[in-house]
């Protein structure tokens, strides 16, 4: 069974910082990459920043050198680090696992969502 649960989400004021955080159940899944998402009023759903199990880091051009992905593989935690938040950065951050479901084969699964507003 997979299930992610995001948190840390909130109203910033241009320039701020947030930390989301994304815990992790992972029961009989081999994980590929995990990463952030973000979705905005009207746009379509987007790469925001991902981790492959091989430490590999991808990040959207728009957040690269403000936002930061990690993985706590021990604890089963994802994070996004964001810095010098841009009212543009508006949106529902979702967190996503790829990877191999035992018995299933290749599934990702989503986070509920968490809303962050940048706004003075």
């Known amino acids: 069974q997979v299930h992610l649960v995001e948190s840390g989400g909130g109203l910033v004021q241009p320039g701020g910082s947030l930390t989301l955080s994304c815990t992790a159940t992972?029961?009989?899944?081999?994980?590929?990459?995990m990463g952030w998402y973000r979705q905005a009023p009207g746009n379509e759903r987007e790469l925001v920043a991902r981790v492959t199990r091989g430490g590999n880091t991808d990040y959207a051009d728009s957040v690269k050198g403000r936002f930061t992905v990690s993985r706590d593989y021990a604890m089963n935690l994802l994070y996004l680090q964001m810095n010098s938040l841009k009212p543009e950065d508006t949106a529902v951050y979702y967190c996503n696992a790829d990877g191999y479901e035992a018995g299933v084969g290749r599934r990702e699964y989503w986070g509920q969502g968490t809303q962050v507003t940048v706004s003075s």
């Open positions: 992972l029961n009989a899944f081999t994980v590929i990459a």
